[in-house]
């Protein structure tokens, strides 16, 4: 069975530091998506990244990254020089074919405070 | 190209009374999935619905919870009767014709139901 695991329930930050959050996940399929989701305090869903279970190569957008590790199963957020802006609830999910391919087991989130 | 459209935003609604909720895909996709985001419980997924058609309702609850897309329209979520432990945050999302996560997953707002 598929399963998502956000280790760090919250994390507080200075404003400008970096921040990793952990995502590990656990699948029996050799075919699968990885993805993150931002929820800012007004609750809207933000579609982060999808990364697939052959593209190993990690990922950078602006003051984001993402660490992709087959090898330790984790798929790892990285914020750089942190700002107010980025606090917010963010979800690891994923999705293989045992869940029928299109639905997203998510983690139970990671809550950022960043402080100015 | 408007993104996936759910409304109300917020809905009030008595134990007792109905909620409908509404979800417009994207342009274009026929797929549409809906999932429910409880208090301690995180994400989950509910029901899966191509036109005219429930694929998957492995995560419905087995009362007083229905899902519709019909071939004209929003899609549908319906809950009878509503109880406290129904308040939450409601997200819907769609994709093209295949389902397959290589062509995205975007989620809409949300709806946020309470139940006082």
């Known amino acids: 069975a598929q399963k998502v695991t956000q280790a760090q329930t919250e994390i507080s930050v200075v404003e400008k530091e970096d921040v990793t959050l952990d995502c590990v996940y656990e699948?029996?399929?050799?075919?699968?998506?990885l993805f993150w989701y931002k929820q800012p305090p007004s609750g809207e869903l933000v579609f982060l990244i999808r990364?697939?279970?052959?593209?190993?190569q990690n990922e950078i957008s602006g003051r984001y990254s993402w660490n992709f590790q087959k090898s330790t199963s984790s798929f790892n957020f990285t914020i750089t020089a942190s700002q107010v802006v980025d606090s917010a609830v963010y979800f690891c999910a994923l999705a293989d074919s045992g869940a029928g391919s299109y639905q997203l087991t998510f983690g139970k989130g990671t809550k950022l405070s960043v402080i100015p | 190209n408007a993104g996936v459209m759910q409304n109300p935003r917020h809905l009030v609604r008595r134990r007792g009374q109905e909620a409908r909720l509404r979800c417009s895909p994207m342009k274009g996709h026929s797929h549409v999935y809906w999932y429910r985001q409880l208090p301690e419980e995180g994400l989950k997924f509910m029901v899966y619905?191509?036109?005219?058609?429930?694929?998957?309702e492995s995560g419905m609850p087995k009362e007083r919870f229905s899902a519709e897309f019909p071939k004209e329209g929003p899609s549908i979520l319906r809950i009878q009767q509503v109880v406290r432990g129904d308040s939450a945050a409601y997200f819907c999302a769609s994709s093209p014709a295949s389902g397959k996560f290589s062509y995205g997953y975007t989620f809409g707002s949300g709806t946020r139901l309470t139940v006082v």
């Open positions: 699948t029996r399929d050799t075919t699968y998506y």
């Open positions: 619905l191509q036109k005219e058609n429930i694929i998957d």
């Open positions: 990364r697939n279970s052959f593209d190993e």
